[in-house]
């Protein structure tokens, strides 16, 4: 049979058909196939998830594959269609849940290799940018400290580009003066001030720049250009604050020898005064009189008084007091005791008298000093608290000593402040201890006590009570100084300032009952027995924190002191030991019910740990994984 062209263009059509209805079923087989074989892979994956993060994350990346083969290859079958359209799941997942999975776990699984990488996924869980920007500089600061810092400079540049992308002005500042400070502590000067230089908030500005010069770059840079940079930024800052800045760099160029570039410095860049803030003003330009004036800068330090009598007369007798005394401190009494006869207002007369008989009385010239608290009538305050100031600094003549103790105390009942009624007696009971009067101390103490009731202002009562106490101890009464802790004001932020301080001062004279009584004296009982810790570890004692340790209560608290123990551990012990710690925070930090406290619990011990170089062992990557498992993924 002879088959022409016509025969073959209308037998092609019917070819086609049977073709393309023998191909379809065939293209639906191997949708199907493709989708059980990925249902398999998450189930198994699902079985993994719990103990093998990384097996997981295989085969949900498998079942992504057979997936999007089947959307990409059969995009006719119906499986692909109703899987784009999210008409179907994937065993327990849709599409979208699969696709979260994979990037997830393969993350979860990186996480588990190393405490450094476990500290970047908990860190990456939080969501806050500036609290994460924070952990990323703690985390930072604790690899500073340690030798083998390999990972610094990664978090710094995360810290810097999450700020240069955010979009939050208050946010971007924030973070721009934490990265400046950070770099400050680590004296890495050019990257402080090019993150101070992004800073637009002029108080953060202030602060960056104080932080700078605290930690010391005006001593540490000596090219002049280098400093005409630094003081570029003067001027962003409002008046007051330009003061302040210009103050802290001329005592930072003193005590560096460089009085001349001091002096340069106020000359040249001190700003007008600020009418809207007079009274702050004239503040910082007494700061900076007496700082002129502690470094014999005589002359430019009365320019600095006129200054502050141009703004407000009335507030010159301060700097011109402070002036006064450093003349008498500097052999210049004759100059000295002329301002003192300009003075309008007897106060300044009898307290510029006062500071300067204890100024002399520091050079040795006690009869010179007794001359001029003569001048002094008897009810003034500061005449007795300058004859019990000189009675303490001639202590080594007992003789003389004790004369002084007799006037000076006569005239504390007439003493109109408590507060200075306590203090005057605890000056008193410093020389009997060290006399050795021991039972004359502990008189003096009591009547510091007596006054303390009536002590108003949370702060000032509380600082009196830590001076009380380490009287107390000093004395060797314990037990006396736990009686007065009693009285604290502990809600008050003034406490938590002064503990690490009253911890440190009990210690280092063996006082560890004390330290421990005092942390359980609060509320807040777990947060001061970690503290407690910190300073002992501070302080390079390590036998205490490993018994405080574990008694804290609070399984947050507990988690937190082992991970700083076991740092310490690694350093003054043996590996074992700070090891075992390691696996104790990891176990104690799973017993955390609340979820936050959990993941920031996560977060220190874990920088910690990996500052520490402890290293993620098979016993602390399951338990690391436990403590993940816990999390939302």
Same mark, same amino acid.
């Given at each position: 049979?002879? !088959?022409?062209?016509?025969?073959?263009?209308?037998?092609?059509?019917?070819?086609?058909?049977?073709?393309?209805?023998? =191909?379809?079923?065939?293209?639906?087989?191997?949708? &199907?196939?493709?989708?059980?074989?990925?249902?398999?892979?998450?189930?198994?994956?699902? +079985?993994?998830?719990?103990?093998?993060?990384?097996?997981?994350?295989?085969?949900?990346?498998?079942?992504?594959? +057979?997936?999007?083969? !089947?959307?990409?290859?059969?995009?006719?079958?119906?499986?692909?269609?109703?899987?784009?359209?999210?008409?179907?799941?994937? =065993?327990?997942?849709?599409?979208?849940?699969?696709?979260?999975?994979?990037?997830?776990?393969?993350?979860?699984?990186?996480?588990?290799?190393? #405490?450094?990488?476990?500290?970047?996924?908990?860190?990456?869980?939080?969501?806050?940018?500036?609290? +994460?920007?924070? #952990?990323?500089?703690?985390?930072?600061?604790?690899? /500073?400290?340690?030798?083998?810092?390999?990972?610094?400079?990664?978090?710094?540049?995360?810290?810097?580009?999450?700020?240069?992308?955010?979009?939050?002005?208050?946010? /971007?500042?924030?973070?721009?003066?934490?990265?400046?400070?950070? %770099?400050?502590?680590?004296?890495?000067?050019?990257?402080?001030?090019? &993150?101070?230089?992004?800073?637009?908030?002029?108080?953060?500005?202030?602060?960056?720049?104080?932080?700078?010069?605290?930690?010391?770059?005006?001593?540490?840079?000596?090219?002049?250009?280098?400093?005409?940079? %630094?003081?570029?930024?003067?001027?962003?800052?409002?008046?007051?604050?330009?003061?302040?800045?210009?103050?802290?760099?001329?005592?930072?160029?003193?005590?560096? =020898?460089? =009085?001349?570039?001091?002096?340069?410095?106020?000359?040249?860049?001190?700003?007008?005064?600020?009418?809207?803030?007079?009274?702050?003003?004239?503040?910082?330009?007494?700061?900076?009189?007496? /700082?002129?004036?502690?470094?014999?800068?005589?002359?430019?330090?009365?320019?600095?008084?006129?200054?502050?009598?141009?703004?407000?007369?009335?507030?010159?007798?301060?700097?011109?007091?402070?002036?006064?005394?450093?003349?008498?401190?500097?052999?210049?009494?004759?100059?000295?005791?002329?301002?003192?006869?300009?003075?309008?207002?007897?106060?300044?007369?009898?307290?510029?008298?006062?500071?300067?008989?204890?100024?002399?009385?520091?050079?040795?010239?006690?009869?010179?000093?007794?001359?001029?608290?003569?001048?002094?009538?008897?009810?003034?305050?500061?005449?007795?608290?300058?004859?019990?100031?000189?009675?303490?600094?001639?202590?080594? &003549?007992?003789?003389?000593?004790?004369?002084?103790?007799?006037?000076?105390?006569?005239?504390?009942?007439?003493?109109?402040?408590?507060?200075?009624?306590?203090?005057?007696?605890?000056?008193?009971?410093?020389?009997?201890?060290?006399?050795?009067?021991?039972?004359?101390?502990?008189?003096?103490?009591?009547?510091?006590?007596?006054?303390?009731?009536?002590?108003?202002?949370?702060?000032?009562?509380?600082?009196?009570?830590?001076?009380?106490?380490?009287?107390?101890?000093?004395?060797?009464?314990?037990?006396?100084?736990?009686?007065?802790?009693?009285?604290?004001?502990?809600?008050?932020?003034?406490?938590?300032?002064?503990?690490?301080?009253?911890?440190?001062?009990?210690?280092?004279?063996?006082?560890?009952?004390?330290?421990?009584?005092?942390?359980?004296?609060?509320?807040?009982?777990?947060?001061?027995?970690?503290?407690?810790?910190?300073?002992?570890?501070?302080?390079?004692?390590?036998?205490?924190?490993?018994?405080?340790?574990?008694? !804290?209560?609070?399984?947050?608290?507990?988690?937190?002191?082992?991970?700083?123990?076991?740092?310490?551990?690694?350093?003054?012990?043996?590996?074992?030991?700070?090891? +075992?710690?390691?696996?104790?925070?990891?176990?104690?930090?799973?017993?955390?019910?609340?979820?936050?406290?959990?993941?920031?619990?996560?977060?220190?011990?874990?920088?910690?740990?990996?500052?520490? &170089? !402890? /290293?993620?062992?098979?016993?602390?990557?399951?338990?690391?994984?436990?403590?993940?498992?816990?999390?939302?993924?």
């Amino acid at each position: 049979m002879i !088959i022409n062209r016509r025969h073959i263009f209308l037998i092609l059509p019917l070819l086609l058909g049977v073709l393309f209805q023998c =191909g379809k079923p065939d293209a639906e087989r191997e949708a &199907n196939r493709l989708f059980v074989e990925a249902y398999q892979h998450i189930d198994a994956a699902g +079985k993994l998830e719990g103990h093998d993060p990384a097996e997981a994350h295989i085969h949900y990346r498998l079942a992504l594959e +057979k997936i999007e083969q !089947i959307i990409n290859n059969y995009s006719d079958s119906q499986i692909a269609v109703d899987v784009a359209q999210h008409r179907t799941r994937i =065993g327990d997942l849709t599409i979208g849940d699969l696709r979260r999975k994979v990037p997830s776990y393969a993350a979860r699984a990186e996480a588990l290799e190393s #405490f450094h990488k476990l500290t970047l996924y908990a860190i990456g869980m939080e969501d806050n940018v500036l609290d +994460k920007g924070l #952990f990323e500089l703690d985390y930072a600061g604790l690899l /500073t400290r340690n030798p083998r810092d390999l990972h610094h400079d990664e978090l710094v540049r995360m810290v810097e580009s999450r700020a240069d992308r955010h979009w939050d002005r208050e946010v /971007t500042d924030r973070l721009y003066f934490e990265l400046s400070v950070h %770099f400050s502590e680590i004296a890495r000067w050019p990257r402080s001030l090019k &993150n101070a230089d992004r800073i637009q908030n002029p108080e953060l500005l202030y602060e960056s720049l104080k932080q700078i010069v605290l930690f010391g770059y005006i001593t540490d840079e000596l090219d002049p250009r280098a400093l005409e940079q %630094f003081y570029s930024y003067i001027p962003y800052l409002n008046p007051v604050d330009q003061v302040r800045i210009i103050e802290l760099i001329c005592k930072e160029l003193f005590t560096s =020898g460089r =009085g001349a570039q001091a002096v340069a410095l106020v000359r040249e860049r001190l700003p007008s005064p600020d009418d809207d803030h007079a009274l702050e003003h004239i503040e910082m330009l007494t700061d900076l009189s007496n /700082t002129l004036a502690d470094h014999g800068e005589f002359v430019l330090s009365r320019q600095i008084v006129r200054q502050i009598g141009n703004i407000d007369s009335n507030y010159t007798d301060f700097a011109l007091r402070y002036l006064a005394v450093q003349l008498g401190l500097h052999d210049k009494m004759d100059e000295a005791l002329k301002i003192v006869e300009g003075f309008n207002r007897d106060y300044f007369e009898h307290t510029t008298l006062a500071a300067l008989a204890v100024r002399q009385a520091k050079r040795d010239s006690i009869d010179h000093a007794l001359n001029l608290l003569g001048q002094i009538p008897d009810n003034v305050s500061e005449k007795t608290e300058s004859l019990l100031e000189i009675a303490w600094i001639v202590s080594d &003549n007992e003789a003389l000593a004790d004369s002084l103790i007799l006037l000076g105390s006569a005239g504390i009942g007439g003493m109109t402040s408590s507060l200075q009624r306590s203090y005057a007696y605890l000056r008193i009971a410093d020389i009997q201890i060290r006399h050795d009067k021991r039972s004359l101390a502990a008189q003096a103490i009591e009547n510091a006590e007596s006054d303390a009731h009536d002590v108003a202002g949370a702060e000032a009562h509380n600082q009196l009570i830590a001076e009380i106490i380490e009287r107390w101890i000093s004395l060797g009464r314990p037990d006396r100084a736990l009686d007065i802790a009693a009285w604290f004001q502990m809600s008050d932020p003034s406490f938590n300032s002064l503990v690490s301080e009253l911890y440190a001062f009990a210690i280092a004279r063996g006082y560890h009952d004390f330290a421990r009584s005092l942390a359980g004296m609060s509320d807040r009982r777990p947060y001061y027995q970690f503290i407690l810790i910190e300073t002992y570890l501070d302080n390079g004692m390590i036998s205490q924190p490993s018994e405080l340790a574990y008694d !804290i209560r609070n399984y947050y608290w507990r988690t937190r002191a082992l991970g700083r123990l076991s740092t310490d551990l690694k350093i003054k012990v043996n590996n074992a030991a700070a090891e +075992k710690a390691a696996t104790d925070a990891l176990l104690t930090m799973q017993r955390i019910r609340d979820i936050d406290e959990r993941q920031q619990a996560l977060i220190r011990v874990s920088a910690l740990l990996s500052a520490g &170089n !402890i /290293t993620m062992n098979e016993e602390r990557r399951a338990l690391a994984l436990d403590v993940l498992n816990s999390f939302e993924i």
